[in-house]
Every structure is written in structure tokens, then in C-alpha cells.
């Protein structure tokens, strides 16, 4: 039974930080690839950024320079730090796990970007 705990979610200015989080269980963390993706209203989820447990690191070309995927496997735990938000960054982020038993996800957290 996985369990992927978000945090972090929230209203914020364009312009500003939010830290998301998101706490992982029933899986082998360390093994395990990790992601975030997004979907906003009426549009697929996509990718986002994508942390692999060597440490790889992929990201959305529209988040490059601005997001940064983190994780500590002590915490069993993987980040997401995003800057400069803007409006467009709008969506409810997910965050998943990619396992040796198969692909899981977490609730889904809402960033809200506005003024």
C-alpha cells in the first residue's frame, strides 16, 4: 500500500516561491523514480520535472531556470522549489512514484498564481 503525502500547495503572487513536498511510503524509496506533473482545468497532466534515483534530473521547458526537483532519501521525501511563479504555472500538482510494483500518485495539491 503506497502512500504519496503532498504539502505545500497554496495561493501565491506571480513572482514568488512555493516549496511543495511530498513524503513517500510502501515503496523503496531509494530505488524508486520520482516526479511531479501538473493539470490545470480542461488540459492533460504533464510532466513537470522528474528526479530518478541516480539523481538524473528532467524538466518541462517551460520550468527550466525556475523549478528545481530535490530529493532526500533519508526522509524518504522529494521536493519540488519553484520560483518566479506565474500565472501559467496555475494547475494541480501531483506527485508520483515510480516503483518497482508499478506507478503510483499522490491526492494532488492546488497552486493557485494570482494577483
Known amino acids: 500500500q503506497v502512500q504519496l503525502v503532498e504539502s505545500g500547495g497554496g495561493l501565491v503572487q506571480p513572482g514568488g516561491s512555493l516549496t511543495l513536498s511530498c513524503a513517500a511510503s510502501?515503496?523503496?524509496?531509494?530505488?524508486?523514480?520520482m516526479g511531479w506533473y501538473r493539470q490545470a482545468p480542461g488540459k492533460q497532466r504533464e510532466l513537470v520535472a522528474r528526479?530518478?534515483?541516480?539523481?538524473?534530473?528532467n524538466y518541462q521547458d517551460s520550468v527550466k531556470g525556475r523549478f528545481t526537483i530535490s530529493r532526500d532519501n533519508a526522509k524518504n521525501t522529494v521536493y519540488l522549489q519553484m520560483n518566479s511563479l506565474k500565472p501559467e504555472d496555475t494547475a494541480v500538482y501531483y506527485c508520483?512514484?515510480?516503483?518497482?510494483?508499478?506507478?503510483?500518485w499522490g491526492q494532488g495539491t492546488q497552486v493557485t498564481v494570482s494577483s
Open positions: 510502501g515503496i523503496i524509496f531509494s530505488i524508486s523514480d
Open positions: 528526479i530518478t534515483s541516480g539523481g538524473s534530473t
Open positions: 508520483n512514484a515510480d516503483s518497482i510494483s508499478g506507478r503510483s
